[in-house]
């Protein structure tokens, strides 16, 4: 039924004239259907909020290990994530692990919008080329959670003005979570400060998965630079009791230099800092509407 009918009218005064009555199914917004991959404290976090959301709907929650779901919402849960496109979201949020968008993300995108929350996954070139070449029908979402300025960072990689990018992140020693020689290396941080890493960000990421999504969307943002381009910095400090701090600094032509920098409340041992779970749910409040492609929100 369309959501205006056209409806011809005879009054005696002015003879026959068309006017349109608004039916009922124009008058009920339809809610956005939002499912969730991964049931951490971020995923936890962005159920409970969907649920509240006037316009939003939550049409499942996945998660690898089901006991973390005990108590939940049965009909909510889906057991098996390849039954996904029964559910019938508008929306695929994957808040679980890079490992996840390199399985699933094509999959998803053939059914809906994804929101990638892991985008980490993306310093694998095979995957980006892969998550590109699904997103001809639906959009792939990059949340710039704690990179500030993204915006403002993409309009000069549209235009080629950037011409450099930084990012700093530096976090009590606990609060990473590392591979290989950078596990080591951060094991073995005392009372000083001590920087991990300072190169390419495609390096990093696989090395720092859940540390660094920051600067994953910081190469995607600069995408005239890229993940081999754009340079991630990781700093561990011990003295670094109730903070998390973020960087970014950005060089363009004629010496225009900017750098930020963020402090995100967090506590020892955390891995996401607080402010981080509202960004990451602005992000996804406003990741619909920009059709097939990638988009940063």
Not at 2 to 21: D, H, L, M, W
Not at 36 to 65: C, M, T
Not at 215 to 236: E, Y
Request: charged share 25%; with cysteine; glycine share 8%.
């Amino acid at each position: 039924m369309p959501e205006f009918q056209v409806v011809a009218r005879k009054y005696p005064a002015f003879g026959e004239i068309c006017i349109s009555v608004t039916t009922e199914r124009a008058r009920v917004k339809k809610m956005r259907r939002v499912g969730i991959v991964g049931y951490g404290h971020l995923g936890k976090y962005l159920a409970e909020k969907i649920q509240e959301h006037p316009d939003l709907d939550l049409a499942f929650v996945w998660n690898r290990s089901p006991a973390a779901l005990e108590g939940f919402k049965q009909d909510l849960i889906l057991q098996d994530l390849k039954d996904f496109s029964k559910r019938n979201a508008d929306l695929i949020v994957e808040v679980a692990h890079p490992d996840i968008t390199k399985e699933w993300g094509p999959r998803f995108l053939e059914e809906a919008d994804f929101m990638i929350g892991s985008p980490t996954a993306l310093s694998s070139q095979e995957l980006e080329t892969s998550l590109r070449e699904a997103a001809i029908r639906h959009g792939l979402y990059v949340p710039s959670g704690a990179f500030w300025g993204a915006e403002d960072i993409r309009k000069m990689a549209d235009r080629g003005t950037l011409q450099n990018l930084k990012v700093t992140m530096t976090k009590h020693p606990t609060s990473f979570k590392l591979g290989g020689d950078l596990k080591v290396k951060n094991e073995q941080v005392k009372d000083k400060k001590v920087v991990l890493y300072d190169g390419p960000v495609r390096e990093l990421c696989p090395l720092a998965p859940n540390n660094v999504n920051t600067m994953a969307a910081a190469a995607v943002a600069a995408h005239n630079l890229g993940f081999d381009k754009v340079t991630g910095s990781i700093v561990s400090d011990p003295q670094l009791t109730d903070w998390h701090i973020v960087e970014v600094e950005v060089w363009g032509p004629n010496g225009f230099n900017v750098k930020t920098v963020r402090s995100n409340p967090a506590a020892v041992g955390a891995v996401t800092g607080t402010a981080t779970y509202a960004s990451f749910l602005s992000s996804m409040l406003v990741a619909k509407g920009k059709g097939p492609g990638v988009h940063l929100c």
